[in-house]
């Protein structure tokens, strides 16, 4: 997905005049669609990350609880699925952010 969002975000951004209004109608109306996508994709692993960090949480406050060594692998599982997670979003919702600038850019032109 973060492939496909930045090779969007490149082509809208190669964008620099059009031929005619209509032209430049249907690029706003893809770019309106792309971006519901993309937030709606945004808003998904929104969740899962936040759904993450509660049990990353969680995982914390059992080990202090109960000190075993499962709780510290669930830890560390819980962390090393956290951090892709965390990563992703970051780019999901950057790229988004940019979508929004160069749909203001584009209305201009």
């Known amino acids: 997905m973060s492939k496909y969002l930045k090779g969007y975000i490149e082509h809208i951004q190669s964008i ?8 430049k109608t249907e690029v706003l109306e893809e770019l309106v669609l792309k971006i519901s996508f993309f937030s709606h994709e945004r808003l998904v692993h929104l969740i899962v990350t936040a759904t993450f960090a509660i049990l990353t949480l969680l ?3 059992l ?9 510290y ?7 090393l699925l956290l951090i892709p997670y965390v990563w992703h979003y970051y780019i999901l919702e950057n790229g988004v952010q940019k ?4 749909y203001e850019r584009i209305k201009e032109l």
Do not use: A, G
């Open 16 to 23: 620099e005049n059009f031929d005619s209004d209509y032209q």
């Open 59 to 61: 995982s914390l406050l």
């Open 63 to 71: 080990s202090h609880l109960n000190s075993t060594s499962f709780s």
């Open 73 to 79: 692998i669930l830890i560390i599982l819980f962390l």
């Open 99 to 102: 979508l929004y600038r160069e």
